[in-house]
Nanobody
Framework: QVQLVESGGGLVQAGGSLRLSCAAS????????VGWFRQAPGKEREFVAG????????NYADSVKGRFTISRDNARYTGYLQMNSLKPEDTAVYYC????????????????WGQGTQVTVSS
């Protein structure tokens, strides 16, 4: 059973940066695509970014393109989300998730989820 633990969330001022980490254990990380999602209060969970199992190819929600960067270190079984130029509207609980090979923008397509980490951006 794969387990995911996110870290790196916190409180930051608008324009600041945070780096989220997603540490995987209990499975073969290298066969899974990594997805990052977020959920703000009163809103549905939304796709933020995804990276293929093999690395290289990535995709992003339009709202974060040019500001967020997804990456992965297969040797460390860890995924990352570098978030720059943060805005108050980025405030949410951020989740990482895994599914086989190719990322999806649909949360239902993912097999494993972390517990989430809170990101709060003050104006």
């Amino acid at each position: 059973q794969v387990q995911l633990v996110e870290s790196g969330g916190g409180l930051v001022q608008a324009g600041g940066s945070l780096r989220l980490s997603c540490a995987a254990s209990g499975g073969t990380f290298t066969i899974y695509a990594v997805g990052w999602f977020r959920q703000a209060p009163g809103k549905e969970r939304e796709f933020v970014a995804g990276a293929r199992a093999s690395g290289g190819s990535t995709n992003y929600a339009d709202s974060v393109k040019g500001r967020f960067t997804i990456s992965r270190d297969n040797a460390r079984y860890t995924g990352y989300l570098q978030m720059n130029s943060l805005k108050p509207e980025d405030t949410a609980v951020y989740y990482c998730a895994l599914r086989p090979l190719v990322p999806s923008t649909k949360s239902d397509d993912y097999n494993y989820w972390g517990q989430g980490t809170q990101v709060t951006v003050s104006s």
